[in-house]
């Protein structure tokens, strides 16, 4: 497993870089560096499922389930995963159970420090370490466009 930290500041207050990052609109936005289509199904308080969600050819969706384990509002989001989804089919076996990623907003002066946080199985690490960072550049167009 290995833990993967990308970082950027943001010219933006904490309340907007959140919004931008998990209100479904701009979520499906930034979340384009995953896979087109991206969406998420569920909700982002403690204790909510989610389901992230991405669209196969096929006209079925893959992609990782998980449960929100703590969410302080503008500061603080973790999310743990319970698996992963195939095809639409559930899977809550797999390398994904367990892991973890956060999301940290600190505001300083009206700019915002992002921090992403993921653990990830190791033959997954290059390819997210490529998506996160174009995500997080994403993230923060989409928050400082006026």
Do not use: C
């Not at 833990?3 to 979520?27: C, E, G, I, K």
């Amino acid at each position: 497993m290995e833990n993967l930290r990308f970082s950027v500041d943001v010219n933006a207050p904490a309340q907007h870089v959140w919004n931008v990052m998990l209100h479904l609109d701009t979520y499906r936005e930034w979340t384009g560096a995953f896979s087109e289509g991206s969406t998420y199904e569920g909700g982002w308080n403690e204790g909510d499922e989610i389901r992230f969600l991405g669209p196969n050819e096929d006209g079925t969706a893959s992609g990782l389930l998980g449960t929100i384990v703590e969410n302080r509002p503008h500061e603080f989001v973790l999310i743990r995963y319970l698996g992963d989804i195939e095809k639409g089919i559930e899977n809550r076996e797999g390398p994904a159970v367990g892991l973890h990623e956060s999301y940290s907003f600190s505001e300083t002066e009206g700019v915002t420090n992002l921090v992403v946080e993921l653990e990830v199985p190791d033959e997954w690490a290059d390819d997210m370490r490529g998506m996160w960072s174009e995500a997080i550049v994403t993230i923060k167009r989409l928050a400082e466009r006026v």
